[in-house]
């Protein structure tokens, strides 16, 4: 029988474009967004408990988000939740992981997946998950999931891959970073592009072997830890692992450069709901299209999100495309889709008061 992989869920990033709702101390992935009464990693560890066993769940996190984690996701065992003393992104992230599973069982295949992302039809996407899965048997393959575009959306990246490949795991041709809506209309139109939704799928001894090949620096800093994991010398290791390497993502430091990368194609409902104009695209919406999570009253407005604690009376006149967030200390009113704006307000915000982020 096949042995159940291990689930790698990355949940150390801050948020920022969701704020003033999500905060440093308690960023989105550690909030209920949707209003389901379960937070998005406890949503996203929901999806995978049926590939996998509680034991075989490791969640990669902050050293700050170490008592959210275990309070919102009591069933994983201290041990395997990794905190990272320094943010370093996905690369350093996953190397954490993977050498520490590796340590102890090198025959194991893992699934990689964001703490933060929603996916609406999951039985489509637990189909995908074993395709992946199986597709990841051959010796070196790095296998991604790859979303069907319905529109050319600038806020992701995207994926080519050979469209005569017949197989359900096609193999990749090239990445391209969030494009700009000339180049994303161009992409969704040729059919050989997928948005990459940044869930991986591989064997252990594939991505070790990428991340000598192709980031040895890492590779040398995370294989010195054999000793370390699962011993309670690995913080002390890992604070000298971290100090070490650079901050780089997984798809630039590895995926750009393999050639033994592969996607799975999926349709299944998916956003990483990255910020306000993405979960307004998700949420209920009233004629005008506006998202009202508030006790409000709304004159000639259209295409808003509002979201203020039901016990203050919001009333709102004349805004289009507007965002109004009243979250603790912090009143945000501002273009709904000015996400870039954000690491400037955050920053702005920051030299006010560290109590403002």
């Known amino acids: 029988m096949q042995e159940k992989p291990y689930i790698v869920i ?13 905060r440093n101390k308690k960023p989105k992935q550690f909030l209920d967004v949707l209003g389901t009464g379960r937070t998005l990693l406890q949503m996203t560890y929901d999806r995978f408990i049926g590939v996998s ?43 954490y992981a993977s050498y520490k599973i590796a340590q102890k069982d090198k025959e194991a295949k893992i699934i990689v997946t964001p703490a ?15 395709l992946a899965l199986q597709a990841s048997n051959e010796e070196g393959r790095l296998i991604t999931i790859g979303i069907r575009p319905n529109r050319p959306e600038t806020g992701y990246g995207y994926i080519q891959y050979f469209s005569n490949d017949k197989a359900e795991a096609k193999k990749v041709k090239t990445f391209t970073e969030k494009p700009n809506s000339k180049l994303a209309k161009t992409f969704v139109e040729s059919g050989e592009f997928v948005w990459n939704s940044g869930m991986f799928v591989w064997k252990v001894e594939s991505i070790i ?52 990368v592969y996607v799975i194609l999926g349709d299944f409902g998916w956003s990483d709901l990255g910020s306000w104009s993405g979960l307004h695209e998700i949420r209920n919406k009233d004629e005008k299209e506006n998202v009202v999570e508030a006790n409000a009253l709304l004159y000639d407005t259209e295409g808003c999100y509002v979201k203020v604690p039901s016990e203050k ?42 109590d403002f982020v």
């Open 10 to 22: 990355m949940a150390g990033g801050i948020g920022s474009r969701f704020w003033p709702y999500s």
């Open 53 to 95: 066993d509680p034991d075989k769940f490791l969640i990669v996190t902050n050293k700050h988000y170490f008592d959210l984690v275990r309070e919102q996701l009591p069933e994983v065992s201290e041990s395997n939740i990794l905190t990272e003393p320094l943010r370093r992104n996905t690369a350093n992230c996953i190397a």
């Open 209 to 260: 072997k990428a991340f000598e090949k192709h980031m040895p620096e890492v590779a040398e800093a995370f294989e010195e830890g054999a000793q370390y994991y699962n011993t309670d010398q690995e913080n002390a290791f890992i604070f000298k692992a971290y100090s070490q390497v650079k901050n780089i993502s997984i798809d630039y430091g590895i995926m750009e450069k393999s050639n033994d």
């Open 116 to 130: 933060d992302h929603l996916i609406l039809k999951e039985i489509n996407f637990l189909q995908k998950i074993n």
């Open 313 to 354: 009376l919001v009333v709102v006149q004349g805004l289009e495309n507007y965002l109004i967030n009243d979250s603790e200390n912090v009143l945000l009113i501002c273009k709904l889709d000015a996400e870039k704006k954000f690491r400037e307000f955050v920053s702005d915000a920051k030299t006010k008061s560290e």
